[in-house]
């Protein structure tokens, strides 16, 4: 059996190869006399959002994902499984005071006993907006009850396993930061904010400080879009729309100037262990600014014409047909039908399918 430093070591081994973990469940399996170990991510809507457990057939993860998450004894009650906490089959005993308070439930006769784990010990890892990550390790009867000494070294362990866990959700950040630069304010002169479903801010690009910095509109907390204090009834509907996962627009009036435009992207990005980090992609366009973007990119992307890649930048900027006709000194008619150019080429029928879809487009590359 390996030592605890060496244990730890395959730990921080996994955190920057994930691909290891496997091999370091393995160890902890030898060393606690387990026959099943792994991780599991569990949403507040009792939803399972990742699995990473050997000694389990695929099947009772289904059924625990379908009958089961909402049952689990230990995550319903609220605030006992907080994470660095370490809970075993026992402690749920001692906390409802009587022997059959986990193997008396249905989800331990239907679930855990036939998988022979009459004895299980974990905690949550990490708690993301709800999003839980727990490490479990579970064990046959013959095996015992988990000791007050094992029951202290897993505590230990799992303090490692938190810190690996962070590492592997700073490697993401780093990417999804280098992705941002290089996909999304690159070919877009827009405020990008991407957002987790409690709508705190994971990424924010160039333009978006830019806003931040120059309009009251934004909060000046970064882990915020919007001024809470002035723009409630706008942050409710963001909220609103991220829980629908629903693309849409919401507009931001402004005294004395044209409206702010938010466009509102889902994309559900997972981290590494399916704890979510960003949930919705929010772009800002700014009448304001004359140039919106790449006209090049534009045209590549959706073979228009140069005079359709221009249509195409000022309906992002969320102009009438009339005002785009006097921009570029066209006629209602003409401009009328450079929009039905524009919406055929990219297969939408209005003029907000068409910000959609370019939006999209960008969101889709940024989440790549």
Not at 8 to 29: G, K, S, T
Not at 65 to 74: G, L, R, S, V
Not at 84 to 110: M, V
């Amino acid at each position: 059996m390996e030592s605890m430093h060496e244990l730890i070591n395959r730990i921080y081994d996994a955190a920057l190869a994930p691909e290891n973990w496997n091999q370091v469940l393995e160890l902890f399996n030898q060393r606690y006399k387990a026959i099943s170990t792994g991780f599991f991510t569990q949403s507040d809507r009792h939803e399972l959002l990742f699995t990473q457990i050997i000694g389990m057939d695929d099947s009772y993860w289904e059924s625990y994902d379908q009958y089961y998450a909402a049952q689990n004894p230990w995550l319903i009650v609220p605030g006992l499984m907080r994470p660095g906490r370490i809970l075993t089959d026992h402690s749920l005993e001692r906390l409802h005071g009587t022997r059959d308070a986990f193997t008396g439930t249905e989800i331990y006769n239907e679930w855990y006993g036939k998988q022979d784990f009459r004895h299980t010990m974990g905690g949550t890892i990490v708690d993301h907006s709800g999003d839980k990550l727990n490490f479990t390790v579970n064990r046959p009867a013959q095996a015992g009850y988990y000791t007050t000494n094992e029951i202290q070294e897993l505590k230990i362990l799992s303090k490692h396993i938190m810190r690996a866990v962070d590492i592997n959700q700073r490697i993401q950040h780093l990417s999804v930061v280098n992705t941002a630069s290089e996909a999304a304010y690159e070919s877009l002169n827009l405020g990008v904010w991407a957002v987790n479903k409690r709508l705190k801010v994971i990424y924010q690009n160039v333009y978006a400080k830019k806003l931040r910095d120059t309009t009251e509109i934004f909060s000046k907390d970064e882990g915020a879009v919007l001024n809470p204090g002035q723009f409630k009834e706008v942050n409710s509907k963001l909220l609103s729309r991220i829980e629908q996962d629903r693309k849409d627009f919401i507009s931001i009036p402004r005294v004395g100037k044209p409206p702010l435009m938010i466009t509102i992207i889902p994309c559900r990005r997972s981290g590494w262990f399916g704890i979510q980090e960003i949930s919705t992609i929010l772009f800002v366009s700014n009448p304001d600014d004359r140039v919106l973007g790449s006209q090049e990119y534009i045209e590549q992307r959706w073979a228009l014409t140069p005079m359709e890649a221009q249509f195409t930048l000022l309906m992002l900027h969320g102009k009438t047909i009339t005002r785009i006709a006097e921009e570029l000194s066209l006629t209602k008619a003409t401009a009328q039908w450079y929009s039905k150019q524009v919406m055929n080429k990219l297969g939408v029928n209005r003029q907000a399918e068409v910000i959609l879809k370019v939006l999209s487009d960008i969101s889709l590359r940024l989440n790549q």
